[in-house]
């Protein structure tokens, strides 16, 4: 049998701004797609999908500053940009790996350490989603929250009708990495091993 | 365009002639001029009387011509005694020429629509409860002009406003400064009016709505050239390419306008059958992509008297980047959005079912390989 070790990766804030993030983004893709198809589901009262999708981007937004601030604070925020000298040759060993290695068993090339936990293709997207998606979500959002309020800001960013273009594509795209995402976080060595080290904090390496 | 008082001119004349003939003459002769005579004096005063019976505050009894002469009614020949018709005569030789205490001007006495759909309406049930609602107490006196312009707005300041706190009495409802901006009361709370989505032109660099004859003006064309203009397709309807089309027109003119829309209901007599409890209270009728509320849309070129010309605009145009200072949540979605959403979603399903298929259909690679792996390394180990 393979020898088992574990090593410490994700600390507490990190878990507590995953699963609170989490929590926010799934109620804010169920809550949008209330909102946005009320005539086809119906799944709770459309007022009521509204205040929840109110708070619930609260909520996103607010675990979005504890993740800002830990990174920052920590100086671990560097995790999330990759070396552009050897990007190119470890993304393209990476993909390798996603689309040909992983059914032949082979050893993953990235090997998860808690400096650098991500590998090349990770931090490629989470370093678009949590610096440029992400954020520009909860502004149109914070924006269609109080349209009126911000009616301003909306004139100059070319109307409401562009935040919201902005607001419903981003919507989309955080829906279907959902997806993505849960699946992805099966590929560990065993299908939940990567679920469990995000509430434990240690991921097991074989 | 709709006039109160559509009567061809022939049809008037057999009414005055009729007047002249059965109805006192002295009436017909009381011209405007004379009630002015008095009335435009601005220290004209009804005086307070101590008798308790008769006690009121001091009124006053000026009317500003200039206002009046901009009014409905007089641009409709509605004089003074058409409507404070209990003034037959006028004594010059007394203090007051006529009457101190005039009756109550009876409305119904032409706007006999609005009166029937008033009488079932909340406002006059109050009275039960000794509350007393005019017409006057929203159209004001003298000055009463047409509405068909006003910003909802205005026609919620101009009327329900005066008496209700709207803030306070809508704590249930999203987003309810938004409504309050862009729809009319009456909308959601007489839910059977006609109604229509009202677009005008928003100065960007003024922050004001421009007039309709400012907009024909910059054009350098009349009314009657309008459409001809715009509807390049005979169709009677401006559809996405006119109406961009008209807003380069307007900024080669070097003119900054935005369409700013309103759902607004239409100068029906309904509008005055309000009720309690009739108030249109889900959200899924307007905010849905089959809403019948925003079926009608109108291009809106207002008039200095209040009334306004509308015309046609095609739906499609309130669900496309042309007008992008309007989003009624789901009510006016861009299907576009709604297919390049779904290939994004499908996307993401594809590529997880099409790799977790592989990754169930390659187990026996994946075993076999781990098996010459342990087997390779059991040689290594025994070798040594």
């Known amino acids: 049998m393979k020898e088992e070790k574990r090593i410490y990766i994700h600390p507490g804030p990190v878990r507590a701004w ?120 909860m502004i149109s959002g914070v924006f269609l929250w109080k349209v009126k309020g911000y009616s301003d800001y909306i004139y100059l960013l ?18 279907a990495f959902l997806v993505v995402h849960c699946y992805l976080a099966t590929l560990g060595h065993t299908p939940l091993a990567h679920f469990k080290a995000m509430f434990t904090g240690y991921e097991e390496h074989h | 365009m709709k006039k109160i008082f559509p009567l061809p001119s022939s049809i008037g004349l057999v009414v005055m002639l009729a007047c002249l003939v059965s109805g006192p003459f002295a009436r017909a002769a009381i011209e405007n001029s004379e009630c002015f005579g008095c009335h435009n004096d601005e220290s004209l005063f009804r005086s307070g009387t101590d008798c308790v019976n008769h006690s009121r505050m001091n009124e006053q009894l000026y009317v500003d011509e200039e206002k009046f002469s901009h009014s409905v009614h007089h641009n409709n020949g509605i004089g003074c005694v058409d409507c404070h018709s209990d003034i037959t005569t006028l004594n010059y030789k007394k203090n007051v020429p006529h009457k101190s205490q005039l009756e109550a001007v009876n409305c119904a006495m032409c706007h006999e629509e609005e009166s029937t759909a008033f009488k079932d309406s909340v406002h006059m049930k109050i009275r039960g409860k000794g509350i007393t609602m005019t017409c006057s107490a929203c159209h004001g006196y003298h000055y009463v002009k047409h509405q068909e312009s006003l910003s909802a707005k205005e026609r919620a300041n101009n009327s329900c406003a005066k008496c209700h706190n709207t803030s306070r009495s809508h704590d249930w409802l999203p987003k309810k400064n938004e409504h309050f901006a862009f729809v009319e009361c009456v909308v959601c709370h007489v839910p059977e009016a006609p109604r ?52 380069l027109m307007l900024r080669q003119k070097n003119v900054h306008a935005i369409f700013h829309a309103e759902m607004v209901a239409e ?21 849905s992509a089959d809403s019948p509320y925003f079926k009608a849309v109108t291009l809106v070129l207002t008039r200095d008297d209040g009334q306004a010309d509308h015309y046609q605009v095609d739906r499609a145009v309130l669900e496309s980047f042309s007008l992008r200072h309007f989003y009624a949540l789901g009510g006016t979605r861009m299907k576009l959005l709604d297919k390049i ?12 079912l099409g790799h977790l298929s592989v990754r169930i259909v390659t187990i026996p690679l994946r075993r076999k390989n781990e098996d010459e792996s342990k087997e390779s390394s059991l040689l290594k180990e025994v070798s040594r």
């Open chain 2, 196 to 247: 229509h989505i009202h677009l005008t032109f928003f100065d960007m660099m003024s922050s004001k709505l421009y007039s309709g004859q400012e907009i024909l003006k910059i054009l350098g064309i009349t009314e009657d050239d309008f459409m001809p203009m715009l509807d390049m397709n005979k169709d009677a309807t401006i559809n996405v390419d006119e109406f961009e089309n008209l807003e």
């Open chain 2, 341 to 352: 959403g779904f290939l994004l979603l499908a996307g993401g399903c594809a590529v997880v």
């Open chain 1, 18 to 137: 995953h699963w609170l993030n989490a929590a926010g983004i799934i109620a804010l893709v169920i809550t949008g797609f209330q909102i946005r198809y009320a005539e086809l589901l119906n799944l709770m009262q459309l007022k009521d999908a509204i205040t929840l999708h109110n708070y619930a981007g609260f909520g996103v937004i607010s675990a979005y500053f504890i993740w800002l601030f830990y990174y920052m604070s920590t100086g671990k925020i560097t995790i999330y940009f990759p070396d552009l000298a050897t990007f190119t040759d470890k993304a393209v060993r990476q993909a390798k790996f996603y689309g040909y290695g992983i059914f032949r068993g082979e050893p993953n090339p990235h090997v998860m350490t808690p400096e650098n936990k991500f590998n090349v293709l990770q931090q490629k997207a989470y370093l678009g989603i949590m610096f440029v998606l992400l954020p520009a979500q």
């Open chain 1, 158 to 175: 070319g109307g409401i009708r562009i935040i919201d273009t902005i607001h419903v594509l981003f919507f989309f795209f955080f829906a």
């Open chain 2, 267 to 287: 100068m029906h007599a309904i509008v005055h059958q309000v009720n309690r409890g009739a108030a249109l209270r889900d959200c899924k009728t307007c905010h």
